[in-house]
């Protein structure tokens, strides 16, 4: 998928519906391997080898102005946003704030919030609003893969184990001694 993918099936927090879409950015390499590896590496504790595979993690400069809704301002309280539209699985709720905020409402460029799985006061994320599918706008001609960013962060990428172990391991449960 190109960096510049602006998705609208209702899959990300803050998708817009067709024909509009939302684009996803992070402020830093670490939080946008997490949000794109997910609840995947915090149930594992490591990345499968195939997904860090098929990440490429890029650069980008957003090649427009305009304004947008920050849900991280202290004030934002004010206007009804909370913590919790960063954190909730309810992405009705989430996504009818993008809504409300992107071209049909308020007419906003995106809206900056705080990334779900890192807890680094200081990263953000983007979600830009515009038109469904690949905007063709300048890209990093040099993306870092998922593997050796892994490795850069001291994330560890694993080979997740054969289906046959895991049926075995679960079949076998260990004998625990009581007193």
Not at 94 to 121: E, F, V
Not at 123 to 129: I, M, N, V
Request: glycine share 12%; net charge negative; hydrophobic share 40%.
């Amino acid at each position: 998928m190109a960096p510049w993918w602006f998705s609208s099936n209702g899959s990300g927090r803050f998708d817009l519906p067709g024909p509009h879409g939302t684009c996803y950015l992070a402020s830093g390499a670490e939080a946008a391997v997490r949000e794109r590896w997910g609840e995947e590496f915090l149930a594992l504790g490591y990345v499968p080898r195939g997904l860090a595979e098929e990440t490429k993690v890029s650069e980008l400069r957003v090649p427009k102005g305009g304004r947008l809704a920050d849900l991280c301002a202290g004030d934002a309280a004010h206007f009804g946003v909370t913590r919790e539209i960063n954190t909730t699985d309810r992405y009705d709720i989430t996504q009818a704030w993008a809504n409300a905020l992107g071209p049909l409402g308020s007419g906003l460029l995106g809206l900056r919030y705080q990334p779900r799985l890192s807890t680094d006061s200081r990263s953000w994320a983007l979600g830009l609003f515009g038109d469904a599918g690949e905007a063709p706008w300048p890209s990093d001609q040099q993306p870092v893969g998922g593997v050796e960013l892994a490795e850069r962060l001291g994330i560890p990428v694993a080979s997740t184990p054969a289906l046959a172990a895991l049926t075995t391991a679960l079949r076998t449960p260990p004998s625990v001694e009581r007193p």
